[in-house]
């Protein structure tokens, strides 16, 4: 069955420091990977996606993900926070039947 | 930019009264999704919708749930007889084209307390 797994619950940095989430996924197929991001009493917003192709994807707002296939992995980077980077971050496989599968999510806190 | 909208915002119902919860998805999509998520836990899938039916649900989306689409705009999620269970956020999201490539455009988020 497709699952995510993003083991980190909480991580703190400090602004100005590099970022590193991490994202496991179960899939038997080529996996479609998204990170999202949801900040305080928002919805889901897109920051990047793997399909096929070059394995290193860029997205909005600096960050980057690298899809790793034989790690099963897709880790969310970047090299320096902002403060406005404090949110809970979703990775997700789209899976099978049209539908969304989340990892359970990390919450990312930013000190001064 | 094209998004998409949900109302109410938060809505608070006792249990065993039916609630509707309303989403616009973005105008030219022809896909659309209800998702969950309860306090503190992952984001979960409900149901998804295209031409006019149900595509795939999950095991949550059991028969005290129904999804209508009831003109050109509007995507409604109902339950009929909540329970305290169904207190969470649901996001409604809509794509174009469906399948696991879709880029999903999720909404705000409706808060649904039942109490």
């Known amino acids: 069955a497709q699952s995510v797994t993003q083991p980190d619950i909480h991580i703190t940095v400090s602004e100005g420091a590099s970022l590193e989430l991490r994202c496991n996924y179960s899939?038997?197929?080529?996996?479609?990977l998204f990170w999202y991001v949801q900040s305080p009493g928002q919805g889901l917003q897109l920051l990047l996606k793997y399909f096929s192709g070059d394995t290193l994807v860029q997205g909005i707002k600096g960050f980057e993900a690298e899809f790793k296939r034989s790690q099963s992995s897709f880790n969310l980077r970047k090299p320096s926070v902002h403060w406005s980077d404090a949110a809970e971050y979703f990775c997700?496989?789209?899976?099978?039947?049209?539908?969304?599968?989340f990892g359970a999510g990390t919450r990312l806190t930013v000190k001064p | 930019e094209p998004e998409v909208t949900q109302t109410p915002s938060h809505q608070v119902t006792q249990m065993g009264q039916e609630v509707i919860l309303r989403c616009v998805p973005i105008s030219n999509h022809l896909y659309f999704y209800w998702y969950r998520q309860i306090l503190g836990q992952k984001v979960e899938f409900l149901v998804s919708?295209?031409?006019?039916?149900?595509?795939?649900k999950s095991e949550i989306f059991d028969d005290q749930f129904s999804v209508e689409r009831p003109d050109g705009s509007n995507f409604t999620l109902k339950i009929r007889s909540t329970k305290l269970e169904d207190s969470a956020m649901y996001f409604c999201?809509?794509?174009?084209?469906?399948?696991?490539?879709?880029?999903?455009?999720f909404g705000p988020g409706t808060r649904l307390t039942v109490t």
């Open positions: 899939y038997g197929a080529t996996p479609y």
């Open positions: 999201a809509s794509s174009n084209p469906g399948g696991r490539r879709a880029e999903q455009y």
């Open positions: 919708f295209y031409n006019n039916e149900i595509s795939e």
């Open positions: 997700a496989v789209g899976a099978e039947n049209n539908d969304m599968r």
